[in-house]
């Protein structure tokens, strides 16, 4: 069984660009996280899809992150424009069911300079 | 609100010695805990989680925990390290109600073994 893949594993970027990550989750796994660590920081809960569904997006920073997971497969975190503070590791977690043990991608490092 | 606290940003202990790993939570209802490990340039892996019922709990590779409601602590422990468990680990709360993906994670403990 193929785990949760995230590409890339790192991006460097300007201060203004544009970034999209990818997560490919866990075949058959409806539910989706995304999670964010800032250096020096605890790893926080960003978004929930079930399915292509946004259940729970609370945890998104502001309207700069934009998160789609069309057909309920992989799902992809566009940061747009990027700035300094958005720099860290980003990681894709899924699950069969809403209380199924989570499974961790190796996240994306985003640099932004 | 729930939230978690590790107490210890790095922790180091000698091979064969006993690991302890500090968490302690808050939480206004019944909590569902868990510790994650994370290893060098992997994404985060499940060692064992408490979801209410016996309160010691056993994991992977020998760790365990004990859920401690009058202390609030959910301390992760393992009788004899190994140097393959230096790791990054991470103990986490779910957030809200229920069990649920949507987890709080302390500020992680980072556990060195040495020779």
């Known amino acids: 069984e193929a785990g949760v893949t995230q590409f890339p594993s790192h991006s460097v970027i300007e201060k203004g660009q544009t970034v999209t990550l990818r997560c490919d989750p866990i075949s058959g796994h409806d539910n989706l996280y995304w999670y964010r660590r800032v250096m020096g920081k605890e790893i926080k809960f960003l978004l929930h899809f079930v399915k292509e569904s946004k259940q729970d ?19 992809t975190l566009k940061v747009q424009p990027a700035e300094l503070e958005d720099s860290g590791v980003y990681f894709c977690a899924s699950s069969q069911a809403h209380n199924s043990p989570l499974h961790f991608g190796n996240g994306t490092r985003l640099t932004v300079t | 609100a729930q939230s978690v606290t590790q107490l210890g940003s790095h922790v180091s202990v000698s091979e064969g010695a006993l690991v302890l790993l500090r968490c302690n939570y808050s939480s206004s209802v019944p909590p569902y805990l868990f510790w994650y490990v994370q290893y060098p340039n992997q994404g ?14 056993k994991g992977i590779n020998g760790f365990e925990a004990e859920f401690k409601k009058s202390e609030t602590s959910f301390h992760l422990t393992k009788p004899s390290a190994h140097m393959s468990d230096a790791a990054e680990y991470f103990c986490a709360v779910v957030k809200g109600f229920g069990n649920t993906g949507k987890l709080i994670f302390g500020q992680g403990t980072t556990l060195q073994v040495k020779p």
């Open chain 1, 57 to 75: 997006e609370s945890g998104m920073p502001n309207n700069r992150f934009l998160a789609e997971r069309t057909g309920g497969t992989y799902s």
């Open chain 2, 44 to 57: 985060l892996q499940l060692l064992l989680k408490y979801t209410s019922a016996a309160t010691l709990v």
